[in-house]
């Protein structure tokens, strides 16, 4: 099974400002990885697929980098609606597709 | 619009069993894959079970293999999930999810989920 890590756990930024998350995979996903984002009380929602393709009605300030075992999840000029729960997940080969333990990013 | 109505949660004891189902509308049913996710009580996603559109192959995380059974029944638009010998691990909200066209794991749409709790 692959094991999905991401990091950190908390993130504190201010509105407006860069929020830069991470995810690793145990061993290589190739660019197959995909970001969800998950408010308090709601379903997730599906940001980036393929590492660094938006999903439709995903704003531009979303993206999504890395191939191979390191991925970054970069949201520019943060809203304040963006702070929320992100979580990767591969879906590379054969299952299980694996979630990483997600990232908070909270308000600083 | 996409929809997806989770239903057949609720509280069970261990060694139990449930049924849950996922009605599906807004989109051609049987031409995607479709998927479980279920999320503990402020935990992570994680993912459950998943079986393709015509419903000829589906896939198991190990925590629940030989404990459930992942159908579909196109005529319906409607998706399963038979949970059989439930324990206490299982307790979660569980959610469906449709995968991206001619994917398997890909999840572009979810249902609001449907809560199992599994105690005495």
């Known amino acids: 099974e692959i094991v999905m890590t991401q990091s950190p756990a908390t993130l504190s930024v201010s509105p407006g400002e860069r929020a830069t998350l991470s995810c690793r995979a145990s061993?290589?996903?190739?660019?197959?990885l995909a970001w969800y984002q998950q408010k308090p009380g709601q379903a997730p929602r599906l940001l980036i697929y393929g590492a660094s393709n938006r999903a439709t009605g995903i704003p531009a300030r979303f993206s999504g980098s890395g191939s191979g075992t390191e991925f970054t999840l970069s949201i520019s000029s943060l809203q304040s609606e963006d702070f929320a729960v992100y979580y990767c997940?591969?879906?590379?080969?054969?299952?299980?597709?694996?979630f990483g333990q997600g990232t908070k990013l909270e308000l600083k | 619009e996409v929809q997806l109505l989770e239903s057949g949660g609720g509280l069970v004891q261990p060694g139990g069993s449930l049924r849950l189902s996922c009605a599906a509308s807004?989109?051609?049913?049987?031409?995607?894959?479709m998927t479980w996710v279920r999320q503990a009580p402020g935990k992570g996603l994680e993912w459950v079970s998943a079986i393709s559109g015509r419903g000829g192959n589906t896939y198991y995380a190990d925590s629940v293999k030989g404990r459930s059974t992942i159908s579909r029944d196109n005529s319906k638009n409607t998706l399963y999930l038979q949970m059989n010998s439930l324990r206490a691990e299982d307790t979660a909200l569980y959610y469906c999810?449709?995968?991206?066209?001619?994917?398997?794991?890909?999840?572009?749409?979810w249902g609001q989920g449907t809560l199992v709790t599994v105690s005495s």
């Open positions: 061993q290589s996903v190739l660019s197959d």
């Open positions: 807004g989109f051609t049913f049987s031409t995607y894959a």
């Open positions: 997940q591969h879906y590379n080969n054969w299952p299980p597709y694996t």
């Open positions: 999810a449709k995968a991206l066209p001619s994917t398997l794991a890909i999840f572009d749409s």
